[in-house]
């Protein structure tokens, strides 16, 4: 992580509040946030966070990063919660202070004193957290969290947010002075990395970063949270969004899923581009163009990135069809660049940030008036616009009123007549003159 701001881990077994205590925090310490929302997925069941999660935020003058870990399970038999656990550890080994989360409705649990031993020995500063203290009864019988060896338990309860405030007081007593980043200065380029499930996405963010950052695994589902990640390429601020796989609405069976599908879309809502990974080994499915439709209806620039390229038999012909069988199949994106890698042998996998960035800039560019009014005029000459019931529209003026997406205005008289195939001439021409590679374009009307 490029942020040098001190780390505060929670960690604790899995299903004693963690996700929660971390999206309390964030809500009431976010730096810059001018509305409270949720960062991590929480669910009952048991190992519902796994990526590590991270938020920068502020209290009592002091800012540092929080970071939401998975569960830490003392007896792994699995190698998907081996990774949480290599996770967790990272966490660990990057944490100036730990919040060790302990459930004060079950008491001390076998797992607790195994935590407790391995967080002693990291020798970092522990604060031991009691959550779920929702009653008076529960915080009287919190003596025996003595028995862990550490100091007095903070209590908490997310439900009825009690503690926050006290931790939070606690953790800015102990962590050093620190200057407040200067990261809002400069806005990062936010990335989401989107498509269905088991296509490579945390596979590429990894390959992306050059770390496992995220956990892959073959098993569909993997990713739960939204998982964003500041860094630096070229000098300039990126912000990636490893998102959780979008299924059908039909194909989703439980509440965690439609948690983690929900997370994935506020992400492509509060991103600048969407990267949509789709898998060249199969066939592009109905969800991908349901994807690209989001997309291209919520005005966002977006990247097609073609992951496994790396496992297609190629000859000279195979990259020219690819693109013609993809723009038939997606035709709603044929605007988007098309980047062809493989997450696994690291092909042109750079490249996405290369192009993004580029479709980022076109995506904030704005075109001068009067060059837009010469293309307006040469257009209608060329092509009027056809009449409608008797009636054709007259279009006088064109001027940009946005940009992110670019956004035209038009006036003149019956525009209310104009149909969509005109439209999409004007679009198409506007696209071919002043470029807009990889960003919507959208044109409203005005009667003059």
């Known amino acids: ?118 967080l002693r020995a990291s020798g970092k500063q522990i604060l031991l957290v009691a959550n779920k203290a929702d009653s008076v009864k529960i915080e009287m019988d919190t003596a025996e969290f003595y028995a862990l060896g550490l100091e007095a338990p903070v209590l908490t309860s997310c439900v009825q947010n009690i503690g926050i405030h006290q931790l939070l007081d606690e953790v800015a ?131 097609l990135v073609l992951n496994k390229w790396d496992l297609v038999e190629k000859d000279n012909t195979t990259h020219g069809e690819f693109i013609q069988h993809i723009e038939a199949q997606v035709p709603q994106i044929d605007y988007v660049p098309k980047i062809f890698v493989s997450a696994i042998t690291g092909q042109r996998v750079t490249k996405i940030l290369d192009v993004a960035l580029e479709v980022y800039r076109e995506y904030c560019t704005r075109i001068p008036t009067p060059a837009l009014n010469d293309l307006l005029l040469e257009l209608r000459n060329a092509h009027p616009p056809p009449r409608v019931k008797g009636t054709r529209p007259a279009l006088k003026y064109i001027t940009q009123v946005e940009t992110k997406p670019p956004t035209f205005l038009i006036f003149g008289r019956n525009t209310q007549r104009i149909r969509p195939p005109y439209t999409a001439y004007l679009v198409n021409n506007i696209r071919s003159v002043f470029g807009f590679n990889g960003t919507p374009i959208r044109i409203f009307y005005r009667r003059n």
């Not at 998975?70 to 944490?95: M, R, S």
């Not at 509440?255 to 983690?260: G, Q, R, V």
Request: charged content about 25%.
């Open 1 to 118: 992580m490029q942020n040098q701001l001190p780390i505060v881990a929670i960690v604790g077994r899995p299903n004693v509040g963690k996700s929660s205590i971390f999206n309390r925090i964030a809500a009431d310490a976010r730096l810059n946030s001018t509305h409270r929302k949720q960062i991590a997925v929480v669910n009952d069941t048991p190992g519902v966070t796994r990526d590590r999660n991270y938020a920068t935020v502020g209290w009592n003058d002091k800012h540092f990063t929080i970071v939401d870990t998975g569960g830490i399970d003392v007896d792994p038999d699995d190698p998907l919660i081996d990774n949480v656990q290599l996770q967790v550890d990272q966490a660990l080994a990057e944490a100036s202070l730990i919040l060790f989360v302990v459930d004060s409705r079950t008491g001390i649990m076998p797992h607790d004193n195994v935590v407790a031993d391995k």
């Open 173 to 303: 007593e102990i962590l050093p002075d620190t200057e407040e980043t200067q990261e809002t200065s400069t806005a990062p380029i936010k990335i989401a990395i989107v498509g269905r499930p088991n296509v490579g996405k945390s596979s590429l963010l990894n390959n992306l970063l050059g770390e496992e950052r995220m956990i892959v695994d073959n098993r569909p589902g993997t990713t739960r949270d939204a998982i964003n990640i500041r860094f630096e390429y070229q000098n300039i601020p990126f912000e990636l969004v490893d998102t959780a796989g979008m299924r059908r609405k039909s194909a989703i069976k439980d509440k965690l899923e439609s948690a983690t599908v929900q997370s994935a879309i506020h992400s492509i809502r509060q991103s600048d581009i969407a990267a949509l990974v789709l898998d060249v080994t199969q066939e592009v499915a109905q969800q991908d163009k349901t994807i690209a439709n989001f997309i291209a209806r919520h005005g966002k620039a977006s990247v």
